[in-house]
């Protein structure tokens, strides 16, 4: 009557179970709320999991199969797990009371009471509470043994819904400031004005639909700032709106800013944001997706803020504005990339331009909106993206496996701060610690600024990265893997040695390395004197050189540095190179016979490859200040690899999702700190058995009818 | 004999050595432009071992290889693609994660110049000749009959439009000798019809010369200009189809003769 399958799985999950118990997880996630005061984040963790393992004993069972069946299999294979977990935390308090009873410590510490009282409901009786567990595990199974005769769309919607209330409750505290109710309507209403106007006028050409589209944003922008100014909005006051907070992006229109400038302002911004919409309906359709669940994601926080927490009457709003974007986005996605289609090449172009526009200046603005430490997160993310796109062109799309990724790192690293620092490179050979402070700047000549100092890192890496590609070339898979993780250690133990103190500092690594300084300060005094006053406020503004130091300045290097990596990547992906990459990861020996020089191919990936770390390895020395050999061990160069790996391997888009998901959840998470290795195991885990392609796998690239219409020109 | 010039691919004397087994044991073949010359012999001959010595990927220890009167011999697999030689396998290999418009593109490789500069800032010389190769592209898939397949990995691809794939990815190059090893292998009679029509049209249409390695007989007996055999890695015979068909030394190979050279054979 139960397949075998569903016991295995049962067991499996078990002993994951098991271990995640042993270790106190639920307790210490007890505390964490993802609903206030209903639903701790423990308990969605055991929900989860017994949810999972009733869905995953069925996943595979015919599709005609009874529902008595599949929710008898769920049911099974979830009180198996709760079993499992349940014999193993029973084991271990014995363990733990014979231990102390013959006077040693516990042997397993996590295992207290506050953890067995969390999984028996609060019973008086651990037995009537693990009886309890085990039929709450039964019916939770049986319930995700049945989830699999939904159909799959509404599984979907389910899914991703579940998750952002979960993302949402756990980084509530942090997030919930980001942007206020107030300004994500107006933001989103400006959008959808424009998107509803072009869809409603339905005009077939780019330019018609944006244009009345743009002409509505600022009919828009133009009626809030009559009603702002109705309200009582002056440069001095601000009328209270819904909410708290007062909204802070409207506010920064009205305050400080005459009725004129005011009523400017919001028009040009709605208009911009109108025209955003018009260019969404028509446009593919991953960015439609993305650029709708960006402006849901705005509605979420704002309603979040409204409430300040995510309590039971937040949770419910939230899920019911999720389930309606969903819903929504499913029945417009098709018809954007139908009218997209029907676009010019060159319109389809332009599309895609002011697509790119808008986001590069929503990123732009990001730092605003973001306190120190979510925007300290986000910059440790634009870190490992612009990584994880140099490691995709040596792994993702040549096929050659690096293990020794952070080698790059390190360099790129080391040759910005030893190029801005005094030591015996930059003093003329004479070591840093016998020149008296006074003596630098008359010694230390060689101390280059930040500006010279990081295309010289990235020329550092990519050179090294070409150096160890001679050697290697005829290695492949396995054997590559291990020679270049020996080279990442290399690296590392030769900035940690003795030998190179002088240079490199040894165990006690840079220190004091300067922040990147923008000096445009003899601009200053020509545009002070134009006589022009936004000129003139200009000058007055980089009269002083500006310190790029705390994380929302460097941010704007990073920015740069992932901008320059994904559209090259871009580019080359797209090239000839990049097909004679994907190639030679397919097959070499044939990839050589259709006429592509490997040596040449593969030292290019490699050069490119590290080149991008040497980048990022240049801004995180002068981001940190400090820099020393262990910063830069075996497990960077793993979570790069991770990031690629659970990404989507050779596709960009995958690689800021990897990253996002691999640095962006634990960084945000204190708890999570301590789990995080764990963490990354069972998501590797999952990635491998559910996902092997990686989250967002590459798609076949479309050729067919751009070469048909290549072919059709060409023949008039 | 034919004038020198005719001869596009002159083998003299080539030898390949595994240890102490020689795979290849002093072969000389010539070639004459625009023909169809076949390659055959029973299992182990050497076939597959003699088309990797003249793609480059075995160097020879003994012989030359000369191509258009210019020697080949050690030039790398990538540069022989660029002399203008071509090859498919007798196990299909495609690039399977890419699509067959991919795949074409690549075939594609030799004849174009972008570098890794030219593709990042998209110059107009670059632009250009991507442009090119997409109009290329998108004929030689109606060549191969795969229109509107173009978009489809290679790998989901029907075992026979893989073989045609194949053959349209080595056409890419603009090769002026194609080298199909096997290429009837696993096609029922009416797709075998249709590469033979194919292989002809090729050569009377394009200008090829094609040299095949073949198993089925009746595709060889019908298509081959000429004929030449090898057995234990030495050339047994050569000739026109008819001529082959009558040498006994060729019967004794191919079913064995009384002193027991069918065991050895398998």
């Not at chain 1, 709760?82 to 014999?87: G, H, K, N, S």
């Not at chain 2, 012999?41 to 220890?61: D, L």
């Not at chain 2, 978009?151 to 890419?172: C, F, K």
Request: charged share 15%; aromatic share 6%.
């Amino acid at each position: 009557m139960i397949p075998r399958g569903t016991l295995r799985n049962g067991l499996n999950v078990g002993f994951a179970t098991a271990f995640i118990v042993v270790i106190g997880m639920p307790a210490v996630f007890a505390e964490r709320y993802i609903i206030a005061d209903v639903l701790s984040f423990s308990a969605t963790m055991l929900v989860a999991i017994f949810l999972g393992a009733g869905f995953f004993a069925v996943r595979h069972s015919a599709a005609d199969s009874g529902q008595v069946k599949l929710a008898l299999n769920g049911a099974v294979a979830a009180a198996v797990t709760a079993l499992v977990a349940i014999i193993a935390l029973v084991l271990c308090i014995q363990i733990n009371a014979s231990a102390i009873s013959i006077g040693m410590i516990a042997v397993f510490p996590n295992v207290s009471g506050a953890l067995v009282s969390q999984l028996t409901f609060g019973q008086e009786s651990a037995t009537a509470g693990y009886l309890m567990l085990l039929a709450t595990a039964a019916i939770i199974g049986a319930l995700g043994g049945l989830a699999i005769l939904l159909p799959k769309r509404i599984l979907n919607i389910g899914a991703v819904t579940l998750l952002m209330v979960v993302v949402l409750g756990l980084l509530q505290a942090q997030i919930n400031t980001i942007i206020t109710l107030v300004d994500a309507l107006w933001v989103t209403g400006a959008v959808a004005i424009g998107y509803i106007i072009a869809t409603w006028r339905a005009r077939p050409r780019l330019a018609a639909r944006v244009g009345e589209a743009a002409v509505a944003g600022a009919l828009l922008g133009l009626l809030i700032g009559i009603l702002l100014l109705l309200l009582g909005a002056t440069s001095e006051t601000m009328p209270a709106l819904l909410g708290k907070h007062p909204p802070a992006l409207l506010q920064s229109f009205v305050l400080g800013k005459s009725t004129l400038a005011m009523l400017l302002l919001l028009t040009g911004v709605s208009l911009a944001l109108s025209a955003i919409g018009a260019t969404l309906s028509a446009t593919t359709g991953s960015i439609h997706r993305l650029g709708i669940t960006v402006l849901l994601s705005l509605l979420l926080l704002g309603i979040l803020n409204v409430f300040g927490k995510l309590d039971l009457p937040a949770a419910i709003l939230i899920t019911a504005v999720m389930i309606a974007g969903q819903l929504l986005l499913e029945r417009t996605t098709r018809r954007s990339e139908a009218v997209f289609t029907q676009f010019r090449p060159a319109e389809q172009q332009n599309s895609q331009r002011l697509v790119s526009l808008a986001g590069l200046a929503l990123a732009l603005i990001l730092p605003m909106f973001l306190t120190g430490y979510i925007n300290n997160v986000v910059d440790l993310i634009g870190l490992y993206i612009m990584m994880g796109l140099g490691l995709n062109i040596v792994v993702g799309f040549a096929g050659l496996l690096n293990l020794g990724y952070v080698a790059f790192f390190t360099i790129g690293a080391y040759t910005v701060g030893v190029l801005t620092t005094p030591n015996a490179i930059t003093c003329g050979g004479v070591p840093a610690a016998g020149i008296a402070t006074q003596d630098i700047a008359t010694l230390c000549t060689g101390i280059t600024t930040f500006w010279v100092a990081w295309p010289a890192a990235v020329l550092m890496a990519g050179l090294t990265g070409m150096l160890l590609g001679i050697p290697v070339l005829r290695l492949r898979g396995d054997y590559l893997a291990i020679v270049t993780l020996g080279f990442g250690e290399i690296i590392r133990l030769l900035a940690l040695s003795d030998v190179f103190k002088a240079y490199l500092g040894g165990a006690q690594g840079i220190v004091n390395i300067p922040s990147p300084v923008i000096d445009l300060t003899t601009l200053s005094e020509p545009l002070v004197n134009s006589g022009v006053p936004i000129l003139a406020q200009l000058g007055t503004a980089i009269s002083q050189p500006i310190a790029l130091s705390g994380p929302g300045q460097i941010y704007y290097l990073i920015l740069f540095g992932v901008v320059v990596a994904t559209f090259v990547t871009y580019r080359l992906g797209k090239s000839r190179l990049g097909r004679a990459w994907r190639s030679m990861r397919e097959d070499e020996a044939v990839s050589q016979a259709m006429g592509v020089n490997l040596v040449q191919n593969k030292l290019l990936a490699f050069t490119i490859g590290a080149a991008f770390a040497g980048i990022g390895g240049g801004i995180f020395g002068s981001y940190l200040k400090s820099i020393f050999p262990n910063s830069f061990t075996l497990l960077v160069s793993i979570n790069v690899l991770a990031v690629v790996i659970i990404g989507g391997m050779g596709n960009i888009p995958g690689i800021f999702v990897g990253a996002v998901v691999i640095f962006g959840l634990p960084e945000a998470l204190r708890e999570f700190q301590e789990y995080r290795l764990l963490m990354f195991g069972g998501l590797l885990v999952l990635t491998m058995l559910l996902r092997p392609q990686g989250l967002l796998p590459p798609r076949p690239v479309r050729l067919e009818e751009k070469a048909k219409a290549a072919l059709a020109k060409k023949g008039t | 004999m034919a004038a020198t010039e005719d001869i596009i691919l002159d083998v003299r004397a080539v030898t390949k050595r595994f240890g102490g087994l020689t795979a290849v044991s002093k072969v000389d073949l010539q070639i004459k432009r625009q023909t169809i010359a076949s390659l055959i012999g029973p299992n182990g001959a050497g076939k597959t071992t003699f088309f990797n010595c003249i793609t480059g990927f075995y160097r020879p220890e003994e012989g030359e290889i000369v191509f258009h009167g210019k020697p080949i011999t050690l030039l790398r697999p990538d540069r022989i693609v660029h002399a203008g030689i071509s090859r498919t396998y007798q196990n299909i290999r495609l690039f399977n994660a890419m699509t067959v418009m991919e795949n074409l593109l690549v075939g594609m490789h030799p004849h174009m110049k972008a570098g890794a500069v030219g593709a990042i800032l998209n110059t107009r010389r670059t632009a250009h000749e991507e442009q090119e190769a997409l109009a290329d592209a998108a004929a030689m898939l109606d060549f191969i009959g795969l229109s509107g397949m173009g978009d489809t990995l290679a790998n989901n691809l029907p075992y026979g439009l893989q073989r045609r794939l194949e053959i349209g990815r080595a056409l890419s190059s603009n090769p002026t000798l194609l080298l199909l090893d096997e290429p009837t292998a696993g096609m029922n009679p009416q797709e075998t019809e249709e590469l033979k029509v194919f292989i002809r049209h090729l050569r009377d249409e394009r200008g090829l010369t094609i040299f095949l390695i073949e198993h089925d007989m009746k595709v060889v007996m019908s298509i081959s200009d000429q004929v030449s055999v090898l057995d234990y890695g030495r050339k047994i015979s050569e000739g026109t189809p008819a001529e082959v068909q009558a040498d006994p030394n060729v019967i004794a190979a191919y079913l064995g003769t009384a002193t027991g050279k069918e065991e050895e054979a398998a």
